[in-house]
């Protein structure tokens, strides 16, 4: 729909941080900094991750009736992200 390459770019710029700089995995980083209500696996929050993109970049579509600029596209990448990592926090 918006190019697989604009998600394989984002995921590469949120997950993996740069290797030189020795930053913590996002999801090793969640785990040891957030507290969760309840633990889901990273597969369930990279899933309720995709479901929210697709919807809210549906939403968007329709209702602007244009197809998403790339900036956009990382904008509603964020936002479903962070509901996606932080979402079940206490």
């Given amino acids: 729909m918006y190019g697989w390459n604009w998600t394989v770019k984002n995921v590469k710029k949120y997950f993996f941080p740069d290797e030189k700089k020795r930053k913590e ?4 980083w ?3 900094n957030l507290a969760y209500k309840m633990h889901t696996p990273e597969v369930v929050r990279i ?3 995709l479901n929210l ?4 970049a549906k939403e968007f579509s329709a209702t602007e009736g244009d197809s998403l600029k790339e ?3 990382e904008k509603l990448f964020v936002y479903a992200f962070s509901w996606a990592m932080a979402g079940l926090c206490d």
């Fill in 25 to 28: 995995r996002t999801f090793e």
């Fill in 53 to 56: 993109l697709e919807a809210i």
């Fill in 71 to 73: 900036l956009q596209f």
């Fill in 47 to 49: 899933t309720q991750m």
């Fill in 30 to 32: 969640c785990e040891k």
